[in-house]
T-cell receptor, first 109, second 114 residues
Framework: GQNIDQPTEMTATEGAIVQINCTYQ??????LFWYQQHAGEAPTFLSY??LDGLEEKGRFSSFLSRSKGYSYLLLKELQMKDSASYLC??????????WGAGTKLIIKP | DAMVIQNPRYQVTQFGKPVTLSCSQT?????MYWYQQKSSQAPKLLFH???????NEADTPDNFQSRRPNTSFCFLDIRSPGLGDAAMYLC?????????????FGPGTRLLVL
């Protein structure tokens, strides 16, 4: 079967750095997405990785290792508004998007 | 601004009373999706349209139907809502070009079944 694993919940301190991990087992791979979802709102696109390595976009970076079936989202200089769920999603060989359940990130002052 | 719009944002219906949720987009994307998302769960794909081609997920109940009268609009019909259908319904769009296909979401409609 196809599976995406992420921690259910993480807590971090304002101003700090946090890394949210995602591991996947899918039938084929055509890219990995990270989305941010605030409570009661729709997911918003953060990043896309299809090649191994680190993609940096401001305070957010996303890393991919295809051989390990692993990605992480790195958030720097955490702000209170970063409190949200972060969803990892993988496009499989049929270009279907397989979603993780999301990691709820709690930021404390 | 180009965007995905969903109406209404909140919908209350009675058990068994048909309800229709709507989605429109100004992105001119050729693919539109309907997802169901329950609290602390991953979005669950119900179906999608690739242009006019309808693609139903195998485990989507027959109670859920969809219509796409034109490129811009897509509707989700729930024929006889049950208590278990209370959820957030998300509409998303993407442009399928054979390359990267990023999905962009509307704000969602939260459905409450009484």
């Amino acid at each position: 079967g196809q599976n995406i694993d992420q921690p259910t919940e993480m807590t971090a301190t304002e101003g700090a750095i946090v890394q949210i991990n995602c591991t996947y087992q899918t039938s084929g791979f055509n890219g990995l997405f990270w989305y941010q979802q605030h409570a009661g709102e729709a997911p918003t696109f953060l990043s896309y990785n299809v090649l191994d390595g680190l993609e940096e976009k401001g305070r957010f970076s996303s890393f991919l290792s295809r051989s390990k079936g692993y990605s992480y989202l790195l958030l720097k200089e955490l702000q209170m508004k970063d409190s949200a769920s972060y969803l990892c999603a993988v496009t499989d060989s049929n270009y279907q998007l397989i979603w993780g359940a999301g990691t709820k990130l709690i930021i404390k002052p | 601004d180009a965007m995905v719009i969903q109406n209404p944002r909140y919908q209350v219906t009675q058990f068994g009373k048909p309800v229709t949720l709507s989605c429109s987009q100004t992105l001119n994307h050729n693919v539109m999706y309907w997802y169901q998302q329950k609290s602390s769960q991953a979005p669950k794909l119900l179906f999608h349209y690739y242009d006019k081609d309808f693609n139903n997920e195998a485990d989507t109940p027959d109670n859920f139907q969809s219509r796409r009268p034109n490129t811009s609009f897509c509707f989700l019909d729930i024929r006889s809502p049950g208590l278990g259908d209370a959820a957030m319904y998300l509409c998303a769009t993407s442009r399928r070009t054979g390359d990267v296909e990023t999905q962009y979401f509307g704000p969602g409609t939260r459905l409450l079944v009484l």
